[in-house]
């Protein structure tokens, strides 16, 4: 039993290992998106990269508000001179309904 849950756990989790750097990205393009009016931040943005080794993705089914919210992804971004800023991302179905951008203090 101690092995099949373990195979069941490992299932489950594989998808969001696998799927990391492109969720991360498609946040990142959102956020740029969002973004597009305000030129200082969009050039922020697109100077910085996102850190795939400090990547987390936290899934659950729950809800902000009305809104159904399935996964919670949490990254480093990097520029040139180090750490950028971290990033926030609320998503369902994957795709991506709130970003968050903190820029380093």
Do not use: F
């Amino acid at each position: 039993m101690k092995h099949i849950t373990a195979l069941l756990t490992l299932c489950l989790c594989t998808p969001a290992w696998a799927d990391t750097p492109s969720l991360a990205r498609r946040c990142l393009d959102y956020g740029k998106a969002q973004m597009a009016q305000n030129r200082d931040v969009l050039a922020r943005l697109n100077a910085s990269r996102i850190d795939e080794q400090d990547v987390e993705i936290n899934r659950y089914d729950g809800y902000v508000g009305r809104q159904p919210v399935a996964t919670e992804l949490r990254a480093a971004l990097r520029d040139r001179q180090g750490v950028s800023g971290k990033m926030l991302c609320l998503l369902n179905d994957d795709t991506p309904l709130y970003v968050y951008i903190e820029p380093r203090a």
